[in-house]
């Protein structure tokens, strides 16, 4: 304690004694020649000096032994012993450092949470496809291709929401922003999971231009497309309903719409839908909700700076809708497309 105490203060000690010195050769040069007066003044320097200095290891003590003992646990640094301003100044900024500190491992441990309680929901909700397919394996010699088909479809979309949320972490290393056609992506989302509609007797419509370009990541929103399109399935329970892929120009944005004619989202859950593992009302009638699709579709429209609104009425349907920055569009008229599966 006393060695750091010297190594802080050697650079004032040496700048006192030659201070003492410059004052001395001064006095010497003036024609001041008495050598016990300047003994007397070196010997008063040094008990000042000497003086000062002791009161002010003292005052300094708690502080030393504070930071030269081993801290047992962060909460240490919380704790104030300010002798001067300082010291007060030093430890403001170690507090600051311990609510960002704190701040970052909160966040750290929502999400590994967040990736383990997804990873057990996923799971179990994968046991289903694969118990099927088992079945299918022990019932009969030959198989149904289209009943394993629908399965590896729901194994491959399961997966690829593990991958997206994995992803999530490394948004920006994974991003790249380029103009896509979004007709065109629809269209092929749409086309990937034909399988889909033709299970559940349901049937997309697109009512959207051709040459509608907008800027965004192509992979990213892909899977947004997708998140849209599968709940939009899940919960339209009766059949020959339709699903509605919309686009308008609105001054100067592009809102992209997916409408359905299922059972709506109910008021007290319309909020929270698009909460990390929120599974509500509809969630548990069919219990394959794993609550993260929307949360995740939320999260990505978030970092790509796309604003993502649902609106829905109980019995009528649900409508999800981004909205694409454009400056500037030339105005466009739209006309329905029916794509039969």
Known sequence: MFRLFLREHITFLIFQFLLVLFIMLLYWLDGFRNVDTAIYSIVISSILTST????????????????????????????REAQSPEIAQIEEYLHHIYRLYQKEVQLLYASQNRHL?????????????IAVIDLMTQGSDTLDSKSVSE????????????????????FEEDMQIEQVNLKQ????????NKRLFIGKHVFPVISMTDDLMIT?????????????????????????????????????????????????????????????????ENGRKTGESTGMGLYLAHEICRRLNHKMTIAST????????????????????????????
């Open 52 to 79: 000062f200095l002791g009161a002010l290891f003292v005052k300094k003590y708690s502080f030393y032994k504070k930071i030269l003992s081993v801290p047992t646990k962060m909460e240490v640094v919380l704790q």
């Open 117 to 129: 309680e997804f990873m057990n929901s996923w799971v179990h909700q994968m046991k289903t496809p």
């Open 151 to 170: 399965e590896m479809d729901r194994l491959r979309r399961g997966l690829d929401t593990v991958l997206m949320n994995a992803r999530l972490d490394t």
């Open 185 to 192: 992506l629809v269209t092929q989302v749409v086309s990937e």
């Open 216 to 280: 965004t990541d192509e992979k990213w929103m892909r899977f947004v497309i997708t998140q849209f399109l599968t709940n939009s399935v899940k919960y339209t329970f009766t059949e020959n309903k339709k699903i509605f892929f919309e686009s308008i120009l609105k001054e100067n944005q592009i809102v992209f719409s997916v409408r359905d004619e299922g059972i709506g989202i109910p008021p007290t859950d319309i909020n929270r839908v698009m909460k990390a593992f929120f599974t509500g």
């Open 314 to 341: 109980v019995g009528e349907g649900t409508i999800v809708s981004i909205y694409f920055e454009q400056e500037e569009q030339r105005e466009r008229s739209g006309f329905d497309v029916d794509i039969k599966t």
